[in-house]
């Protein structure tokens, strides 16, 4: 049973650049969020998706963007990337079904930003 | 104030010892309640959750207090093994709805 998976592992941008992070739910997941780690920060939500609409947004610019497909897959879109941008994107899948209510966390993208 | 605040260490310890972490959350509606333990590197991975009464994992105790707004972790008879980084994270809601809100982690050394 595959967790949740995120592409790609590492990026490397320009400022000013576009880039589009994705990731796929663990099986029986239906709800996707996403969370920026900056170093030596805790992770920071950015949004979370369920039934392809965006139900709850962080304090996030609109550079930050989203999708979330039928298959529950999701993507993360940022333009016009900042230096500040650079950090680890987690995405995080769940369900509201079912006993324990865990996250389960993929292993990230590592993005750049030079 | 921050949400969710914690002592930032490094707490640099021995093998066996027993070492306690803190941590604080702003929002008295916060509904749920973990702690996470993250490898250098590495994605968050769910340690366990934390409940009003009280909660133990083997050697790892969680206790709540919500009138005080506090949450700790207990770990004893620590090993090599438990060197990570421990977040504390605090949801507004229960089950999967809300968002999760970290703490900024506290970074945990064992020594031989």
């Known amino acids: 049973d595959a967790g949740v998976t995120q592409s790609p592992t590492h990026l490397i941008k320009t400022r000013g650049q576009q880039v589009t992070l994705r990731c796929s739910p663990k099986?029986?997941?239906?709800?996707v969020s996403w969370y920026q780690q900056a170093l030596g920060q805790g992770p920071q939500f950015i949004f979370q998706?369920?039934?392809?609409?965006?139900?709850q947004r962080g304090n996030f610019p609109d550079r930050f963007s989203g999708h979330q497909f039928p298959n529950y897959s999701s993507e993360l879109n940022v333009n016009a990337l900042l230096l500040g941008d650079s950090a680890l994107y987690l995405c995080?899948?769940?369900?509201?079904?079912?006993?324990?209510?865990?996250?389960?966390f993929g292993s990230g993208t590592r993005l750049t930003v030079v | 104030r921050k949400e969710v605040e914690q002592d930032p260490g490094p707490f640099n310890v021995p093998e066996g010892a027993t070492v306690a972490f803190n941590c604080t959350y702003s929002?008295?509606?916060?509904?749920?309640f973990f702690w996470y333990r993250q490898d250098c590197r590495k994605e968050p991975k769910l340690l366990m959750s934390?409940?009003?009464s009280g909660n133990e994992d083997g050697r790892f105790t969680a206790q709540l207090n919500r009138a005080s707004q506090y949450i700790s972790l207990l770990i004893r008879d620590s090993k090599l093994s438990d060197s990570a980084t421990y977040l504390c994270?605090?949801?507004?809601?229960?089950?999967?709805?809300?968002?999760?809100?970290f703490g900024k982690g506290t970074k945990l050394s064992v020594k031989p």
């Open positions: 995080a899948s769940s369900t509201g079904t079912g006993v324990h209510y865990g996250y389960t």
């Open positions: 099986s029986g997941h239906d709800t």
């Open positions: 998706y369920y039934e392809e609409e965006e139900r």
């Open positions: 929002n008295s509606a916060s509904q749920s």
């Open positions: 934390v409940y009003s």
């Open positions: 994270v605090v949801n507004l809601y229960g089950g999967s709805q809300g968002n999760l809100i």
